[in-house]
T-cell receptor, first 115, second 112 residues
């Protein structure tokens, strides 16, 4: 079974530029998460989708971050404009459903460096 | 709200030493508890989980017991190997819908 795919793996941009990340979850997984992992910290949830609807985006900085999951499969996360403090690894995860015992499977992440 | 606290690293051990990484939590009710591991250059992967009080999760020689009396879920391994070198994260769900809150991670380095 293929895992969660993410691209690109690395991205370097200058502040105030825009950037987009792509995630393809495990086939059949209804729930998709985006997490931000700053160096030396644990991942923090940005947004959760159930199929193509948003379940929780309360921790997404909506003035600069946006995310979508069209057709309930792939998802993109965008930052516009980027700030220095956005430098982090952006992790996508998926799970079969959104129950509290459902295992989340993580992709390799996209490492973003903002100069 | 739910929260999780892990012991700080880095932890450096010799091969075959005993490992304990402490994790304590605060939560409403009795949520599932998870340990995730992040090997160098790789994504997070589930190491083990426990879904109710007194459950013991185990995998790859690692164990953790869900202790509601002490609100703890400490990770243990009797004999670590160099290949266990990684960052370990304790996690539990918060709010509705399965999203996780993670500890800050504990880096383990095992020397031959």
């Amino acid at each position: 079974e293929a895992g969660v795919a993410q691209s690109p793996r690395y991205k370097i941009i200058e502040k105030r530029q825009s950037v987009a990340f792509w995630c393809n979850p495990i086939s059949g997984h209804a729930t998709l998460y985006w997490y931000q992992q700053i160096l030396g910290q644990g991942p923090k949830l940005l947004i959760q989708f159930q199929n193509n609807g948003v379940v929780d985006d309360s921790q997404l900085p909506k003035d600069r971050f946006s995310a979508e999951r069209l057709k309930g499969v792939d998802s993109t996360l965008k930052i516009q404009p980027a700030k220095l403090e956005d430098s982090a690894v952006y992790l996508c995860a998926s799970s079969l459903d959104s129950g509290i015992t459902d295992t989340q499977y993580f992709g390799p992440g996209t490492r973003l460096t903002v100069l | 709200g739910n929260s999780v606290t892990q012991m700080e690293g880095p932890v450096t051990l010799s091969e075959e030493a005993f490992l304990t990484i402490n994790c304590t939590y605060t939560a409403t009710g009795y949520p599932s508890l998870f340990w995730y591991v992040q090997y160098p250059g790789e994504g997070l992967q589930l190491l083990l989980k426990a879904t109710k009080a007194d459950d013991k999760g185990s995998n790859k020689g690692f164990e953790a017991t869900y202790r509601k009396e002490t609100t703890s879920f400490h990770l243990e391994k009797g004999s670590v190997q160099v290949s266990d070198s990684a960052v370990y994260f304790c996690a539990l769900p918060f709010g509705q819908g399965g999203k996780l809150i993670f500890g800050q991670g504990t880096e383990l380095s095992v020397k031959p």
